[in-house]
């Protein structure tokens, strides 16, 4: 088994217990209704802003890290970190713009809806606290190249989750996609960079075989994370 097959099958209990979460099934099966979808795609997007934000920050600061610390494959994975990180500039805007839209869909309905900017102001719940200690955790750490398993794991949510999540709401929500700007572009443009993940890790890991572990901590904690904070926005919006 090459390193990088060792980290898919070491991930597997982590993305099993993603992808078999009550919450995570319920936000892509019809059963959840049209109008408690919209109530957690609100949430999702007003409490998304602070994990999405800061990715194009810590995707640079790790890779500069990455450089710092030097060494056999750590190099040449800090400079391709710091080039792809443009590519996750400005992502939480979208979710800003969506939740304005969708909180606008909600009152042109009549249904009562919440003030976008009293739901941006939200407190941070745990798990986005967590998720956000664990970037700045890599970051400052011994193992600051665990970033990129971080980035993969997440980046692969958009192909499964986040395009079950999107064919729902476009469904249920009868959307041209207007509401769907995160989700949307998120199912296209992860495609790739999930596949320079998958190439960056492969390349590392066979450079550094040792790693493996810190990656593998690294991406389940960051699906764990994630899996909580899903839970946590559907507890939030009973309708
Ligand atoms: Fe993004
Ligand atoms: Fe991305």
Redesign the pocket.
């Given at each position: 088994m090459t390193t990088i097959e060792s980290y898919e099958s070491a991930l597997d209990p982590a993305r099993t217990a993603f992808a078999q979460d009550p919450s995570v099934r319920l936000v892509q099966d019809p059963a959840i209704g049209e109008t408690r979808l919209e109530s957690f795609l609100i949430t999702f997007n007003a409490l998304g802003v602070a994990m999405?934000e800061p990715?194009e920050g810590w995707i640079r600061r790790a890779g500069q890290a990455c450089v710092d610390t030097g060494g056999s494959g750590t190099t040449e994975l800090g400079e391709a970190l710091q080039k792809h990180a443009a590519?996750?500039a400005d992502?939480h805007l979208m979710m800003i713009s969506d939740l304005r839209a969708l909180c606008d869909r909600r009152t042109r309905a009549g249904r009562p809806a919440p003030d976008p900017d009293d739901m941006l102001g939200l407190e941070w719940p745990e798990p986005v606290h967590r998720y956000r200690e664990l970037h700045e955790d890599v970051i400052a750490g011994d193992t600051p190249f665990a970033q990129i398993a971080i980035e993969n794991e997440i980046?692969l949510l958009s192909l499964g989750f986040g395009a079950g999540m999107l064919d729902n709401a476009r469904t249920l929500l009868h959307s041209d996609g207007s509401e769907l700007s995160f989700l949307d572009?998120?199912v296209s443009?992860?495609v790739g960079?999930t596949a320079f993940n998958k190439r960056q890790m492969a390349g590392f890991l066979s450079e550094r075989p040792d790693a493996l572990e810190p990656l593998v901590q690294a991406g389940t904690a960051a699906l764990d994370a994630y899996r909580a904070f899903v839970g946590h926005c559907l507890a939030l919006s009973p309708e």
């Open positions: 999405t990715v590519g996750e992502h980046e572009e998120h443009l992860d960079h």
